[in-house]
């Protein structure tokens, strides 16, 4: 079993909708990632949470330590949004912020 | 203040050629970090290094990777005799030394091995 779970692996939506990515770990972690990757493109880190909630523009981030999970939110989903949204933990005691242990990723595809 | 730039974006080599990935942390930066992405397979963390030092090593295949950051120039992620399974998507990420920094990413190099 990956100490990073994601689901779904696959998610396809209309646009306008409400999104919802979820991902759970088994291990103690000092930070949680969500980052973002277009096809054939780069990573761009949206969020790092140690606790509580963020929120930037149309998405927001929770994680909730004693459930060992975070959820990933896209509030009025766009076709610009399609892309691979992947969850990475760093364990706790980390003291360096990019040894990042990662989920499967979540392939979202919004549809005009 | 450039963000992290990893060159060349695609590279093509033979079997048993070397291959030489480049990573500029962005300015300030004095970690980096560098991960694998094989075809359909999630991210793996490879190795982590400062300035002349290599700190975690961990996830290295054992033979014919290494990886450098001198003390001038970019971090290098060299592969020796390269084979087709060496195929796949090498990022870079670079943070601050401080306790609240968190990593930036590259672009990424794309290694297709023929």
């Known amino acids: 079993k990956n100490e990073v779970e994601q689901s779904p692996q696959n998610l396809t939506a209309q646009e306008g909708e409400f999104i919802t990515i979820n991902c759970s770990y088994s291990?103690?972690?000092?930070?949680l990632h969500w980052l973002q990757q277009h096809p054939g493109g780069g990573i761009v880190s949206l969020f790092m949470?140690?606790?509580g909630k963020k929120k930037h523009g149309r998405l927001i981030a929770t994680i909730n330590i004693q459930e060992k999970h975070s959820s990933l939110h896209i509030t009025a989903s766009h076709p610009r949004d399609s892309a691979v949204y992947i969850c990475a933990v760093l364990n706790a005691g980390g003291t360096s912020y990019g040894k990042l242990t990662f989920g499967q990723g979540t392939i979202l595809t919004v549809h005009p | 203040n450039a963000g992290v730039m990893q060159n060349p974006r695609h590279l093509v080599r033979r079997r048993g050629q070397e291959a030489r990935l480049r990573c500029s942390p962005m300015k300030g930066h004095s970690h980096v970090y560098w991960y694998r992405q094989l075809p359909e397979e999630g991210l793996k963390f490879m190795v982590y290094l400062q300035k002349e030092n290599i700190i975690d090593e961990s996830g290295m295949p054992k033979e014919r990777f290494s990886a450098e950051f001198p003390k001038e120039g970019p971090s290098i992620l060299r592969i020796q005799q390269v084979v087709r399974g060496d195929s796949a998507a090498y990022f870079c990420a670079s943070s601050p030394p401080s306790a609240t920094g968190r990593a930036f990413f590259g672009q990424g190099t794309r290694l297709t091995v023929v």
């Open positions: 949470l140690s606790s």
């Open positions: 291990v103690g972690i000092s930070a």
